[in-house]
């Protein structure tokens, strides 16, 4: 009995110690759109988890389910996340990664997306991410419900924001 209370509290050390390089968090968005007298209504919910094997280098990854009128999207997303460039609590890191498109988008995309990160003490970090600059190809549906198909490269503009605990 006191080997296994002692294999067990070694155990909770090592993953105590271990937790402090893991990151939980995600993102939040809702958009409404009206367009020649049709509404829509766009929902965002993307949780998101990660490990530091470095001070620079993580992997991570993220579900993000979006909700429109007319279909539902799944999209799953690992990435390693590089950050290149540190200055007390802020820094800039690029995300590598590519992501699958489930439920009814099918598709997949490959590319980098750089960001901006800063972190309120230990525990809180707030994260942007600039845009995404990579390969993609989507069956989607538009506004009104039809099937369009997209491939190609994309330099976007889009800007994100996420929230993480850092353990």
Known sequence: MKKLLFTALIFLGALSMQAQ????????GINGTNAKGESSAYFLLAPEAGYWFTDNFAFGAS????FYKHYTGIRIAPYVRYAYWKYNNLSL???????????????????VKPGIAYTF???ITVLSHLGFV??????DRN????????????FTNLLSFS???NF
């Open 163 to 165: 929230m993480f605990y």
């Open 134 to 139: 990579g390969y993609t190809k989507t069956n």
């Open 63 to 66: 579900v993000d389910m979006e």
């Open 121 to 123: 003490g230990d525990k």
């Open 143 to 154: 506004i009104k419900g039809d099937k369009i198909h997209m491939a190609g490269f994309m």
């Open 21 to 28: 390089n893991w990151y939980a968090g995600g993102s939040v």
């Open 93 to 111: 890191f690029a995300d590598a990664g590519f992501g699958i498109n489930c439920a009814d988008a099918k598709g997949w995309d490959i590319g």
